[in-house]
C-alpha cells in the first residue's frame, strides 16, 4: 500500500472581528486625547444631548456631524388597519392591524465618509 499525500493544514475559521464597546471607545479616545475617561464621557453625553435637542421637535430637525454623519428625523403618520386584503402566496385573507405614529431616526453618511471608504 503507497501513503496517502499528506492533507494540506486546513486554514482556521477567522473570528468576526467584534464592534468596539462604549467603554473601550471611551479607553481609546482617553488615551489619544491624554484627558481622563470621566472627562471623554461627559463629552459624549454632552454630545447626545446637543445631537437629541438639534433633531427634537423644538430643534431644527437635523444635525450634521461634520465629516461623518447627517442625522434628521421624519414623522410617519399613523395607519389605520381594519382593512380585508388577500395574501397572494397562499389565497388566505388577513385583516390589518392598526400602526401608531411614530418618529423615524435616520442616519446618512456623508460624502467625505464615504469617499474614505472606497
Known amino acids: 500500500m503507497a501513503k496517502s499525500a499528506a492533507k494540506p493544514a486546513a486554514k482556521k475559521a477567522a473570528a468576526p472581528k467584534k464592534a468596539m464597546t462604549k467603554s473601550a471607545f471611551v479607553a481609546h479616545l482617553a488615551t489619544k486625547t491624554e484627558i481622563t475617561k470621566k472627562q471623554v464621557e461627559t463629552l459624549l453625553d454632552e454630545m447626545i444631548e446637543v445631537i437629541k435637542g438639534q433633531v427634537s421637535t423644538k430643534g431644527a430637525g437635523k444635525f450634521v456631524f461634520p465629516n461623518l454623519c447627517r442625522v434628521t428625523v421624519t ?32 442616519l446618512r453618511p456623508v460624502k467625505s465618509l464615504k469617499d474614505a471608504l472606497k
Open 75 to 106: 414623522r410617519r403618520d399613523a395607519v389605520k388597519g381594519g382593512e380585508k386584503k388577500l395574501n397572494r402566496l397562499t389565497g388566505t385573507e388577513y385583516i390589518t392591524k392598526p400602526k401608531p405614529a411614530y418618529n423615524q431616526v435616520k
